[in-house]
């Protein structure tokens, strides 16, 4: 049949012309990805062979070959996995391009390491890092076999295979080395790269090796020597002269060794494995270039028997929290044998970041993914898991070092488990830690904060805002400050989500110091005096209310401000002011939701500040005079902005803001500009007012 040509998907070709163009030292990963690809094709036959054990009637036998072929400088790698169908080969390798291609460019041009390819999906042409020209020859159980073959140019050709010795099931990859790669030919650096980075493949890999063994044959020209000699020879001599001569000559043979005969390293016990085993099982398990953080190796016997190993890695992955990826990076083996990698309910979605392997002795072998979904075993095993993650965590937590690399991963994925695992929330809240407004520099646990309350102090407080910047020096902080009382400050969008569902820790409730129902440990006098203040300000309090009308449900007299002149929480069980925010920047939001949860705001004032004592004076003298109006306007939106929230009409405001500006350079404005009534009352009162106000504008 004709040789069909097809073009590579343009992101696949940018790849190729980056892999093959650009000098990476580390070229020996491609070797553990084309074996890791291989290992992944027999991992579909078996399975399906479960099934269905007719799908090895083409071939029993499960291996990877490497056969290096240094006359023709060609390095084979054959397995006996699935196979690939001429459409297969067509969308596998070259006209669809993988989710990973442009992420992995990405990272290769913001100088990540070539080793990360496996992680990307697209490791198989990691093969054009040592070729100039690869053949993939593949046959499947349901199509012919057929030759792919491409030299990276940007096309690439499939024929109908008539040339080549019939696989039976499987894919041989042949690799046209190029002249500077050809140690890649070399039994003793194969074996090297296997060892490093295949060990833990769960299939036999064969390296074909070639020996010269040494083999006695019958020697004619000697024999006829030899009777010519023999007269001449000593008669204690003649049982040797009897003897057949033969001479030595050396023959080729090819014998396949296997170089993967460790055993699985969950199977062992984990007294006798060293750091190094765990770590070099890690690579081999996630591709990832860096060691793991931190590992737990365990067993579970009794009514139900699995081992597991489970490693926390060090960094976050740069698609952690995406959607469409796989929900997590847990193997589940059945009795040794490779099930699936995506089981959704094997570990919750939170724990994703966790890499590893469960091997159950109790689940059936022929188990399908709606089946798993209602099996009770399972519910067992994620049970055990998330035990002992939160024991792994742990672990880490008693190095201060290690948990703080940790957290700044994966702190987010404890945030997001407070969230949704009821269940183990008190046990998660141990490993938070927020910056508190008596430890800015350094994270604090809730534990370590707990130690440092005043005996006074019944509840943990906190604050939420956009940034440490934005909320460290908050009105809302006056009074706990002066009081000694340590707050939280909160500046990741998802605490608020976490600490709203936490509600109290170790006993103690958490309160969010911006919201309306504060109650401060006071003493009796105290509590006295302000219920004498509230009395005193009613009528500045209704006099605020009317001038604001609907943009403030209520407005009382304050107990958290000491320096500030007012301040504007937010109703008990709606969003926060900092909620707010992050609703309004959700892309995707429903505007429905937010007429109902946005905020009641409730003004607070400041009975002891020299503004508000003054506005109280001229509200007493005068009700209706027109300058108080103007100024609680200037208050409000000032509040909003201390407060957390943003401007509805900044433009208002601006003007507001030049109309002080120009008195307090004595400017006269234009008539337009400025309605007269006002600015002619406004000018003697304000002038107090408006030089503090000016002073808090510098």
């Not at 074996?35 to 036998?61: E, F």
């Not at 291996?63 to 690939?84: A, V």
């Amino acid at each position: 049949m004709a040789t069909e040509s097809f073009g590579f998907q343009a992101e696949i070709s940018q790849l190729l012309d980056l892999i093959i163009n650009t000098f990476y030292s580390n070229k020996e990963i491609f070797l553990r990805e084309l074996i890791s690809n291989a290992s992944d094709a027999i991992d579909k036959i078996r399975y399906a062979s479960l099934t269905d054990p007719s799908v090895l009637d083409s071939g029993k036998d499960l291996f990877i070959r490497i056969t290096p072929d240094k006359e023709n400088k060609i390095l084979t790698i054959r397995d006996t996995g699935i196979g690939m169908t001429k459409a297969d080969l067509v969308n596998n390798l070259g006209t669809i391009a993988k989710s990973g291609t442009k992420g992995f460019m990405e990272a290769l041009q913001s100088g990540a390491d070539i080793s990360m390819i496996g992680q990307f999906g697209v490791g198989f042409y990691s093969a054009y890092l040592v070729a100039e020209r690869v053949q993939v020859i593949s046959k499947h159980n349901d199509d012919e076999q057929y030759i792919w073959e491409s030299a990276a140019g940007g096309t690439f050709t499939i024929t109908t295979d008539t040339v080549n010795p019939p696989l039976g099931r499987g894919s041989e990859i042949r690799l046209y080395l190029k002249e500077d790669q050809l140690e890649y030919l070399e039994e003793k650096r194969i074996k090297e790269i296997v060892k490093k980075h295949s060990e833990f493949i769960s299939y036999p890999i064969q390296l074909a090796v070639t020996k010269e063994v040494e083999k006695e044959v019958e020697d004619e020209e000697e024999v006829a020597e030899d009777k010519e000699e023999s007269k001449v020879e000593e008669v204690e001599d003649e049982d040797k002269a009897k003897e057949k001569k033969t001479k030595t000559i050396k023959e080729k043979q090819v014998t396949n060794e296997e170089l993967n005969k460790t055993k699985p390293l969950w199977t062992r016990n984990p007294a006798e494995i060293t750091p190094e085993e765990y770590a070099a099982f890690y690579k081999s398990l996630t591709n990832d270039w860096e060691e793991h953080l931190a590992v737990k190796h365990f067993s579970v016997e009794g009514q139900l028997e699995f081992k597991a190993i489970l490693y926390a890695p060090k960094r976050a992955p740069f698609d952690l929290f995406e959607s469409k990826k796989k929900r997590n990076n847990i193997k589940l083996y059945v009795r040794r044998v490779f099930i699936m990698d995506d089981c959704e309910d094997i570990i919750p979605e939170y724990l994703n970041f966790i890499k590893g392997i469960v091997d159950s002795e109790d689940l059936p072998l022929n188990i399908s993914r709606e089946t798993l979904q209602q099996n009770k075993i399972l519910k067992v095993i994620r049970k055990n898991l998330v035990k002992k993650c939160l024991d792994l965590f742990t672990e880490i937590s008693e190095d201060k070092d290690n948990f703080n690399k940790f957290y700044e991963s994966f702190g987010k994925n404890i945030k997001l488990g407070i969230h949704e695992d009821a269940q183990n929330r008190s046990k998660l809240a141990e490993f938070l830690r927020f910056y508190s407004t008596k430890s800015t520099e350094e994270m604090t646990s809730l534990k370590d904060y707990i130690t440092r309350m005043p005996e006074v102090q019944k509840n943990i407080y906190y604050l939420t805002g956009e940034s440490l910047s934005a909320v460290k020096d908050s009105p809302f902080l006056e009074v706990l400050k002066k009081k000694g009382f340590e707050t939280l400050l909160l500046v990741d969008p998802i605490d608020e989500y976490a600490i709203t569902q936490l509600k109290e820790f170790d006993g103690h409730k958490l309160v969010c110091v911006s919201k309306e129902g504060l109650e401060l440990e006071e003493t009796d006098e105290e509590k006295k005096a302000r219920e004498e203040e509230a009395k005193q300000f009613e009528d500045l309090c209704k006099a605020v209310k009317e001038a604001l009308g609907d943009k403030v449900e209520k407005v009382v007299v304050s107990n958290r401000i000491t320096d500030s002149p007012c301040v504007l929480v937010t109703g008990q069980f709606g969003w926060s002011s900092n909620m707010e925010r992050i609703m309004k920047a959700q892309a995707l939001r429903d505007s429905s939701m937010s007429s109902y949860m946005a905020s009641k705001k409730t003004l607070e004032l400041n009975p002891t500040n020299p503004i508000i004592k003054e506005l109280k004076r001229k509200v007493s003298e005068d009700k209706a005079d027109k300058s108080v109006r103007d100024l609680t306007y200037l208050l409000f939106e000032t509040a909003l902005l201390t407060s957390g929230f943003s401007l509805d009409d900044p433009t208002s405001f601006a003007k507001r803001i030049h109309r002080m500006i120009a008195l307090g350079l004595d400017v006269d404005e234009d008539e337009e500009s400025a309605p007269v009534a006002s600015t002619s009352t406004e000018a003697p009162v304000a002038e107090a007012a408006s030089t503090s106000a000016m002073e808090e504008i510098d």
